[in-house]
């Protein structure tokens, strides 16, 4: 079966896919075609679903339909997630004030944020632009994800608040959901179950060959350290990546639940695939 699958120019979900897309981890049941974007590009294509698998981010699911959640290749923060950054301290009431660049409005890391100041000023920008902007003075925080959550202090900004700390303490420990990966409900489940599957097997690969998936996705590094990519790396592909367990079902439910109870999205059904 041929099938297209979506993923972003990240570290992590690189080493995720490494196995599987360089033929390492073969599958009889599945030709992959795979299609690189931006994770909001990615939010917005799955509206309409333009691919049979894709990344998404947690948020993006109250916004889409017809995409069940695979149980691996989530991004989880355990204790750690996106964080804002400004170039001096700043409380909430003054990040409230000011112009925040945001990754995008269907990223988890903004509802998180929502979750913890409510309505604030925000422009939206690619992530990677968004260290500048602030360093720059053009807006006055910047809410960072991927491996600018490790490289702010080296573009000269300072961290203000941590989404991963919040929700850390206001779940009591459940990780932080920020992406997963879907599959279109009508392939049927045991054709998401295969593909899970299939993922799971992949993303175990890469962890038992750490220094090729490592070299493997340095070809999505933009310009970061090996050092600084393999700690992003070995942060956010975990246990729960490998299969999001109980818990990670749990802080999907928890996260839908806390912007359902505050009206930041519209009422949905959670479809997650079977055990």
Known sequence: MEISVGHTPDSDDAFMFYGMFTGRVPSQDFKIN???????????????????????????????????????GGSFGIGYGPIVTARQQMSIDEIKKCKVAIPGKMTSAFLLLQLIIGKFDYVEMNFSDIPKAVKSGEVGAGLVIHETQLSFEQEGNIKILDLGEWWDKTTNGLPVPLGINVMRTDLGMETICKFDKHLQASIEFGLEHMDDAIEYAMKYSRGKSRELIEKFVKMYVNEITVNMGDSGEKSIRKLFDMEKEQKLVPDFEINIAKK
Request: proline share 3%; with cysteine.
């Open 34 to 72: 795979h299609v690189i974007e931006d994770i909001e590009k990615l939010n917005r294509k799955a509206i309409n679903p333009q691919l049979d698998v894709t990344a998404v981010s947690v948020h993006a699911c109250a916004y889409i339909s017809g995409y069940t959640i695979l149980r691996s």
